[in-house]
Structure formats: C-alpha cells, structure tokens
C-alpha cells in the first residue's frame, strides 16, 4: 500500500511506522466481526490483501454470542485472539479454537483491544456495547475505522477530545458519513475530529464553519417511505425488517424504518465535522446513490456517489488516502436513468426532530437517546409494543431525564442506565 510518508501534526507514530515500511502489514482488529459491517470488512481485507493491494493482518474479532461464523472467521484469517460476550459459548470456543487466545465477558472486546497489538479497529458492534473499546483504541494511538454510531451519539463529548489528544485518525465507516469525508478531503477542507486535513488546509487553515454552508445526509426512507402514519404506528416486525435498499442487522434495519437511523446520523455528523444542528440537514434518497453531500458558501455542491455497498466506505477506511481496485461494483451509468429526491416528513418519522433536540440540549442527552432507542427496538423485536411507540418512548425519556454534563464515562452510564430503565418500566 503506497502512503505518504509525510507526517502531519495528527498522525500516530502507528500510522507513520505503517506509512513508511511498505513491508509491515496494517494490523486489525474487528469488533462485531459476525455483523453486517464486520463480516463486510473481512470480505474487504480478504480482496486487499489477495489483490496485493494492502497488507493486512487480522489480529483480533470480537462478537456478542454468535460463535459459529466467529468460529469461521478465525480460522480463516489465522486470528490469534478473539472475544465473545456471552461467557456461556466460551467451552464451545475453547474446544474449537485450542490455539486462540479467548476473551470472555461483558467487557471481552475492551479486554481485546487492550491486549492485542493492533495499528487499526474496526470499530463495528451494534449499539453502545462498543464504546468501552473504542475508546481504548484511540488511546493507545490506532487508526479508527468508526462504523458505530453510538460511540459518538452517546460520548461525542468525551470521544472527540480524546481522538485530538492522543493524535489520532479516526475515518468514519457509515457510507454517508464516509461521503461527507471525502467530499471534504475533495474540497481541501480537512475533518476536525478524524486528525486528518489537507495540505492545503495544513499551509493555510481555514474553519470549516467559514466554508461549509450545509452538509445534507441522505436517507433511502426505509420500508416505510410512503406509508401513512396509520400503517407506520401499527406495523408488523415482518414489516419493518424489509428494508427496499439496504441488507442489515435487526437493529439497524428496525433504526432505518423508525428514521432513527437518520436521527443518529445527525447526532453523529455533529461531532464528526464539529457543525452545528442547523447546518445539518436530511433528504429522502430512494436509490441509494448518492450517499450525501456537501453545500459551501459559494454554493457549490460535491457529492459522493456509488452503489449501495458497504465494502466502498469501509475500503476507504482501511486503506485512507489511497483508493485501489474495490470489490463492489461500479457504478453503472447505462441503467441510471433517475435520481430521485423527497423533503423528509416530520410528522411521520418524529425521530428526526429529536435529534436536533439533542444536539441542543447537549451534556447526556445523547446517551439518553442512544440507550432509550436500543431498549425499545428490543421491546419491538420482542413483540412488547407497537412500532409507533419506539419513537414516542424515546421522547418520553428524553423529557424525564435532565441532561448533566458530561463529564465522565461514569455519568454517561448512569444515563444510559436511567433510560433503559426508564423504558423497561413502560414496556
């Protein structure tokens, strides 16, 4: 992999050592490697590494209770260590995998991270289960291919400064955030909290806020775009777990039809590109191709575009600044026909406006919303209440609980802890 060897004031002595030896491999360790984005960018680091395009070793997985495919992928890979959550799978895993090192527990992937030598993390469990572990990659200077949401909704105000502490880069992995990225690297407008700019930014620098008049997020509308709002608060699990575009996990799957994906995306891209809520907007995209774009004062507009595969941002994660051959496939311009755009309904998929509740209300909000969200598509999966009431119980919570400042892991857990509480009671 060719990278420039040139040191910017961010970079890690990790990324600078992978940068210059052209012969030590990156490696990477993979948190939710049995999920969609996991199992993903083990598909990627496959093709990279056959393709001779990266030199990438996997040196860690980590799942929740799944062993079967983790079983699999560290055969595969030649893993020496793996995690699993649910300390009851941890003698079918011994048995398996005699030679592993094994991690058990609720805490097994931060155990991982800890304990591995890695220069990279994919940062991929589902809900904020990850976000011990992420944060002890950014401390011991990894590169962070960030594919959970929750780890900035929740701790944005921990995270961020951290990843500016300890210098380190940190990519976003969801393709439209992954999209706002490269349209401002595109632009010589470099990422705040990801430690990484231009040279042009480096020579001359420049706030984004002085640049960017907006960034709008694309969202598919989910299974239940045109739906009325009748069908949407009383639909079926069958019903909400047929996305049109995307192939997701339960959870995210039900956060895209509930819009609450879009909801996190904002929360999200608040952090990320440090804007504020109302330079932060959502259009309804139902084909999926563009994944989201960038507004400048000039008002000019970038966009990235591409099929609707995760293998894309994730690529771009792993081998940021360079861009070889993918494994997705291209875009095809003789069957593109149309590019279709709707105004979001509020009114439908109320979970938009809270995100910019959110944004303004600050300190812990963000867990509460984040833990609320993930007790009540729980409840939904589990047939315990309708669709329509996941959004209003999130609402419920954010309206019970004050937001405190947040200041420590410690105070984010307790509101984490209070809003499923808060949830449970209710369902």
């Not at 040279?199 to 907006?214: G, L, V």
């Not at 608060?233 to 997701?248: D, F, G, I, S, Y």
Request: hydrophobic content about 45%.
């Amino acid at each position: 992999m060719t990278v420039s060897t040139r040191r910017n004031p961010t970079q890690t002595q990790a990324t600078v050592d992978r940068a210059s030896d052209g012969a030590r491999p990156q490696r990477l360790i993979v948190l939710g490697s049995t999920g969609s984005i996991g199992v993903n960018t083990l598909d990627v680091v496959r093709h990279l590494n056959e393709t001779g395009a990266a030199k990438i070793d996997v040196v860690g997985l980590a799942a929740g209770r799944n062993i079967e495919p983790l079983i699999e992928q560290a055969r595969a890979f030649d893993v020496p260590a793996i995690a699993i959550a649910d300390e009851a799978q941890s003698p079918a895993l011994r048995a398996a995998l005699p030679k592993v090192k094994l991690f058990t527990g609720p805490d097994a992937s931060l155990k991982l991270v800890e304990a591995i030598d890695a220069t990279d993390l994919s940062a991929a469990i589902v809900g904020s289960a990850g976000l011990a572990a992420t944060i002890a990659g950014i401390k011991k200077g990894m590169r962070i291919g960030l594919a959970n949401k929750e780890t900035l909704v929740a701790a944005g105000a921990i995270v961020t400064p951290l990843v500016r502490e300890h210098g380190v880069t940190m990519i976003p992995v969801d393709s439209e955030h992954s999209a706002i990225f490269q349209c401002l690297q595109g632009a010589g407008v470099g990422c705040r909290v990801s430690g990484v700019g231009s040279e042009a930014e480096t020579r001359n620098p420049k706030p984004e806020s002085r640049a960017i008049k907006r960034i709008v997020l694309t969202a598919s509308g989910g299974p239940f775009r045109t739906a009325s709002k009748e069908t949407i608060e009383n639909a079926t699990v069958e019903q909400a777990l047929k996305h049109p575009t995307w192939n997701m996990g339960p959870k995210i799957t039900i956060d895209s039809a509930t819009m609450m994906n879009k909801a996190l995306e904002i929360i999200e891209a608040h952090w990320l590109f440090d804007l504020p809520g109302e330079k932060i907007s959502v259009i309804i995209h139902p084909q999926s191709i563009i994944h989201s774009f960038v507004e400048f004062e000039d008002n000019s507009v970038l966009a990235q575009l591409g099929p609707p595969d995760m293998r894309t941002p994730i690529q771009y994660a792993l081998t940021y600044p360079d861009r070889p051959p993918g494994c997705s496939k291209a875009l095809d311009w003789s069957i593109l026909k149309t590019l279709d755009f709707e105004q979001p309904d509020f009114e439908r998929f109320r979970s938009l406006k809270l995100a910019y509740d959110v944004i303004e209300a600050g300190g812990t909000a963000g867990a509460v919303f984040n833990a609320a969200n993930e007790a009540a598509v729980a409840a939904f999966l589990n047939r315990r209440i309708r669709f329509g009431r996941i959004v209003e119980l999130v609402a419920e919570a954010l309206s019970a609980i004050a937001p405190q400042p947040a200041d420590s892991l410690d105070t984010l857990w307790e509101a984490d802890r209070q809003a499923r509480a808060f949830v449970e009671q209710r369902t």
